[in-house]
């Protein structure tokens, strides 16, 4: 497996775009929201290398190596010796759609040799939840399953992902990876602590939460920003919930607020009657939830390997400035022959311990492609 | 020297390239920007922290707040319901620490004390427990055993309410243990006032008394009255006996001799109320001496026969083998009870026949003494008694209606004495009667046997001789088998069993006990109860007919009240030889004796 990784700033590509001798390219695109209206990079990549297939998305911020760029494209472009690759994409017509849109794409990349799927979903008009339920239905346990929701900076407005070389809104892409030749390996943390009490979910529906403990939610939100309410809903990442019940815990974040409806939506299901609680996050966190992802791999690899970071967005906004620190952690881990790239998101998905992949919040999701 | 600085400001550094060739206006003031940005992003952090941290502080001091306050409601709603329970109890309760301070007093246990006791030490002084004996004990000593975990229960107290009011209390003592622990909290002393109880228990006695004494003077007035009505009627009766042994003219001599029956009535009547009021005030004395039963039976049936004989009626008297001779028991009281059934006999029967029929019964468990039965039957062949009426035939004063009162005359009483009689001579009176067919009022009386006994059981033996003799018939050296579970029918069956000549009986109460008595010892044919416990008839019947040896073909003879149809089919099909529905007649078991061992005969000689 061969790595190229380049970023696209002021009109150019820097490393320049190499000569690759194969008609097997797959390329991994990361882009600042802006990009739907100049899809230029992406025709660059599809003029130089005519059989290159592109899966990616936009972002609040594009990871680079051990850096956070903005208003830039990043690109991987992998080859591999023995692996083989299909990308497939799928419109979404409602949030609605995102089981079926996902069982869907899953039935058409699966096949005998499937090791890994990697998905690009919209990062707004999605259900995250139900998507990955919906790619969980159709593959087995052994593919791994990860990936990301395409973000809108801070606005939570217009998300896209790449579809051939063209940005567009309300689609899932999606990318399987076949041969044994290839090692995939997951990680997912997050780094942030419940605090306060344990309130309970009293109104909700599907992702929409409505009242907790009896009171709108918006409300409490409020009270607890301050005067940093006036960034809602960005700000609200600042606080996201922990929703647990007999199982398991999940981390949720919030996507849109409606002043009218003192409601909120969240990138996932807040079921009625669930126990939630609000949840905090320092620097030292963060940082140290970004290191816990990139371990349990081995950086020692035989060909050239591609580390695929979506981190938070609601991490990047605590972050501020020093989020190049969560990626320096986990560009750090890699090997010398290791490529990292990736984006904040609105969503991350992956496996976390016994459980199957389901949509996550407030994490840095790592997934690191390598051959034998 | 740019490796000393805060990363922060490395990386700022790094991404303005302000130290990288030639410092520029645009590089300072992106520089600048960016570390007014991080300013500006350290104070918002600093702000989101400490609101965060206040504000959850704050939420949770109020759900402590609001959970204090909950739970000190929710213990203080239980603790009245609690407390509402201790006042509405009559019981007084008081708690004790160890210590000896009073913790709690109901307001029953305050109401009883009348003072309030202040310390332990003083209601220990006041209350005063008595042993079951009635001996003092030592409360403080009980306290102690009570606070070691023992449960005193319901001792007799005397409470000294104050110095000169004390009240019977029944108090119980016990550990307070709560729970999760074994070691005692303290005391609960529970008691509640006997004074009313025991006024109540006094009043009753003497109520009792009363009664008694008030039942005594009825019965010493009836006797007495009795007594005095009876001495100027024997005068009466007595100058009548004079005046009609005078010279009389025929009208004059017809006059007299009604005015004569009419006072022997009377006198029969008083006789009776007599009897019946000294039984009734316990004054009957028994006498026992000598006596022969057949004598008596005898006696009776020829006084009665010429008034029998003017109806139309035999009296025989008839005798089971084995009948002792002679024992000792109230010949007189036997002889009363005889005449007045024999006489009912009589006075209820328009035609047909009387027979008396007597007979030994010795009991399945021999008494120390010795003592038996002696069973009378008498049988008529009269109206017959409906079922339902029997039980009031011995209501003093009843008859069976008021037109047999008027045919059959007499005071009511005679059953009554009768039934009474009997059971003060240690037996039971009973009644089989038939609507139309006649009925059997048979008693038996426990007896002591005489010193002769052993010459009585020789003189025994050889009237059965004779008896065999006379009756012509073998089959009365048989032994049987009787398995029957109710006492009465045991009776019964031995009874005509016995009058029928044999005299070779072994009951069993079960059928259990039948299979293990047939297994032990040869019997010729058993008679077999079908509903038994244990084990009934037809399982019995099986598995004495699947048993290996001679005892698999020994005749057996159902004996079953359900006289169903379908019955004897089924009773034949468990191996049963015969079937006599029940009640037992004289006739059919008679009849179906003899068929069996013919049949038994005939098998045994083909």
């Known amino acids: ?372 | 020297m740019s490796d000393k600085l805060h990363s922060t400001l490395q990386r700022q550094l790094r991404r303005t390239a302000l130290l990288d060739d030639e410092l520029t206006q645009e590089k300072f003031d992106a520089f600048l920007q960016r570390i007014s940005a991080s300013y500006k992003e350290a104070e918002e952090t600093r702000y989101t922290l400490q609101r965060s941290m206040e504000l959850s502080s704050e939420e949770m001091r109020d759900l402590y707040n609001d959970l204090k306050q909950t739970s000190a409601k929710l213990v203080e709603a239980e603790q009245s319901k609690l407390h509402a329970v201790m006042e509405s109890l009559d019981h007084g309760v008081c708690t004790v620490s160890p210590k000896g301070e009073i913790l709690f007093l109901n307001s029953a246990a305050k109401r009883l004390f009348g003072t309030s006791p202040t310390h332990y030490q003083d209601m220990l002084r006041r209350f005063v427990p008595v042993s079951a004996q009635g001996k003092k004990l030592d409360p403080l000593a009980l306290a102690k055993k009570a606070l070691r975990g023992e449960h005193l229960l319901d001792y007799s107290a005397t409470l000294q309410r104050s110095s000169n009011d004390r009240i019977k209390v029944l108090a119980s003592l016990s550990p307070l243990l709560c729970k999760g622990s074994d070691r005692a909290e303290g005391l609960v002393l529970t008691f509640h006032d006997r004074t009313q109880h025991n006024q109540m228990m006094r009043n009753l006695s003497v109520a009792l008394e009363a009664a008694n004494q008030a039942a005594q003077a009825k019965g010493n007035f009836l006797a007495t009255m009795s007594h005095e009505i009876r001495t100027p009627l024997n005068g009466v009766i007595g100058m009548l006996d004079l005046l009609l042994a005078s010279s009389l003219t025929q009208e004059q001599n017809k006059f007299a001799s009604i005015a004569k029956s009419s006072g022997e009535s009377l006198l029969r009547i008083i006789n009776d109320i007599l009897d019946y009021s000294k039984l009734e005030a316990g004054k009957v004395q028994l006498e026992t001496a000598e006596m022969d039963p057949l004598a008596i039976a005898n006696d009776v049936a020829s006084v009665l026969r010429p008034k029998a004989q003017a109806s139309g009626l035999p009296v025989d008297v008839t005798v089971a083998p084995g009948l002792a001779s002679s024992c000792k028991a109230d010949a007189g009281r036997i002889r009363q009870v005889l005449f007045n059934l024999v006489g009912n006999a009589i006075k209820f029967t328009d035609q047909g026949s009387i027979s008396i029929h007597v007979a030994s019964l010795y009991p399945v468990t021999r008494s120390r003494n010795g003592s038996f039965f002696l069973r009378f039957e008498i049988c008529d062949t009269g109206a017959g008694i409906p079922t339902e009426k029997i039980p009031s035939l011995f209501t003093p004063f009843m008859q069976l209606d008021a037109s047999t009162t008027r045919t059959h005359g007499g005071t009511g009483l005679g059953l009554s004495i009768s039934g009474a009689l009997v059971r003060q001579m240690g037996g039971e009176m009973e009644i089989l009667s038939e609507v139309g067919h006649g009925s059997t009022f048979s008693f038996s009386v426990e007896v002591q046997p005489n010193d002769l006994v052993v010459q009585e059981r020789r003189r025994q033996g050889e009237r059965r001789e004779k008896l065999l003799e006379e009756s012509n018939d073998e089959n009365f050296s048989l032994a049987l088998l009787v398995a029957e579970d109710n006492h009465t029918n045991q009776i019964v069956i031995d009874a005509m069993l016995r009058r029928l000549g044999y005299s070779d009986i072994t009951i069993a109460e079960d059928g259990k006990k039948a299979v293990a008595l047939a297994s032990e010892r040869q019997f010729d044919v058993i008679l077999m109860d079908c509903m038994m416990p244990e084990l009934d008839g037809f399982e019995a019947t099986k598995t004495i007919r699947s048993s290996a040896g001679q005892v698999a073909s020994i005749p057996i003879v159902a004996l079953t009240a359900n006289a169903m149809e379908g019955d004897r089919e089924k009773c034949l099909a468990a191996g049963m030889n015969d079937y006599i529905a029940k009640p037992v007649s004289l006739d059919s078991l008679r009849q179906t004796l003899q068929r069996v061992f013919q049949q038994t005969i005939l098998a045994s000689t083909k």
């Open chain 1, 1 to 372: 497996m061969q790595v190229f990784s380049s970023s696209y700033t002021n009109d150019r590509w820097e490393p320049p775009l190499p000569t690759i001798d194969s008609d097997a390219i797959l390329g991994f695109v990361f882009a600042d929201p802006a990009y739907f209206d100049d899809p230029t990079p992406f025709e660059t990549l599809t003029t130089t290398y005519s059989t290159i297939k592109l899966i990616g998305c936009s972002g609040a911020g594009e990871i680079f190596k051990d850096q956070v760029q903005e208003e830039s494209v990043v690109v991987a472009l992998v080859t591999f010796d023995n692996a083989r690759f299909a990308v497939i994409h799928e419109q979404l017509e409602s949030p609605e759609d995102s089981y079926h849109v996902g069982s869907s794409i899953a039935s058409q990349l699966l096949a005998d040799d499937l090791q890994a799927v990697w998905i690009a979903s919209d990062g707004l008009g999605v259900n995250g939840t139900a998507l990955a339920a919906g790619f969980n239905e159709k593959l087995p346990p052994s593919v791994s399953l990860s990936g990301g929701l395409a973000g809108d900076g801070d606005r939570f407005d217009r998300s896209w992902v790449v579809i051939d070389d063209k940005p567009r809104t309300s689609f899932v892409s999606a990318v399987g990876l076949y041969g044994d030749s290839l090692q995939v390996t997951c990680g997912s943390e997050g780094g942030w602590q419940p605090f306060g009490p344990v309130r309970e979910v009293t109104k909700s529906d599907n992702n929409i939460l409505y009242e907790i403990d009896g009171k709108p939610a918006l409300e409490l939100y409020k009270r607890y920003l301050g005067e940093r309410a006036e960034g809602l809903p960005a700000t609200a990442l600042l606080f996201p919930l922990q929703i647990s019940d007999d199982e398991r815990s999940l981390v949720r974040t919030i996507l849109a607020v409606d002043e009218e409806q003192q409601s909120m939506t969240f990138a996932g299901d807040i079921p009625q009657g669930a126990q939630v609680q609000l949840m905090r996050s320092t620097l030292d966190t963060l940082i140290k939830g970004a290191e816990d992802a990139a371990t349990n791999w081995n950086s020692q690899t035989a060909t050239d390997a591609l580390c695929l970071a979506v981190s938070c967005v609601g991490r990047r906004l605590v972050l501020g400035q020093d989020c190049d620190e969560e990626v320096e952690a986990t560009y750090a881990s890699l090997g010398d022959n290791s490529h990292q790239i990736g984006f904040y998101s609105y969503g991350e998905l992956a496996p976390t311990g016994f459980q199957p992949c389901d949509l996550h919040n407030q994490t840095m999701t790592l997934t690191l492609l390598t051959e034998r």
